[in-house]
């Protein structure tokens, strides 16, 4: 399967919330109940599920929803920001930054919790650059 990103860069593929509805319930509340463990975010296992950022408002996770980076990305057809010639983007740092605490949380956890619930979220900056070298794209630097 090939791999996803999201507009900011998090490997949408690999986030458990990612289609999460068709893994079925089972998966959704081991999700809502790990999520809960390790980031103390409190979600209804029915709401956890994630067409990812090109879908529509209705399929992608509610707190996705009123990103710009996101929003942005699909009124310029971009498949992630890495496609974007915009080299400092306050809409895209601010999508990234969700994602900064990550790494501190990630060195507390079990392998299988790291894999399921921390990896996807990790480097969004260094996974869009690699995505940018190989597209041509400038590099952005890292903050």
Not at 60 to 69: E, G, I, K, M, Y
Not at 88 to 107: H, K, M, T
Not at 118 to 134: C, H, I, T, V
Request: proline fraction near 6%.
């Amino acid at each position: 399967m090939r791999k996803q990103i999201s507009a900011c860069g998090v490997i949408c593929s690999d986030c458990p919330a990612y289609r999460a509805a068709e893994k079925g319930i089972a998966h959704q509340k081991r999700t809502a109940e790990a999520w809960l463990r390790i980031y103390e975010r409190k979600e209804r296992y029915e709401d956890v599920s994630c067409g990812g950022c090109p879908s529509s408002d209705d399929e992608v996770f509610h707190t996705s929803r009123p990103c710009q980076a996101r929003r942005c990305c699909i009124s310029k057809r971009f498949a992630s920001c890495a496609e974007c010639p915009v080299e400092n983007c306050v809409d895209l740092e601010r999508a990234q930054s969700v994602w900064d605490g990550v790494s501190e949380i990630a060195s507390t956890l079990s392998q299988p919790d790291f894999v399921s619930y921390a990896e996807p979220y990790l480097d969004p900056r260094g996974r869009l650059n690699k995505a940018r070298r190989a597209a041509g794209l400038p590099v952005r630097g890292h903050r």
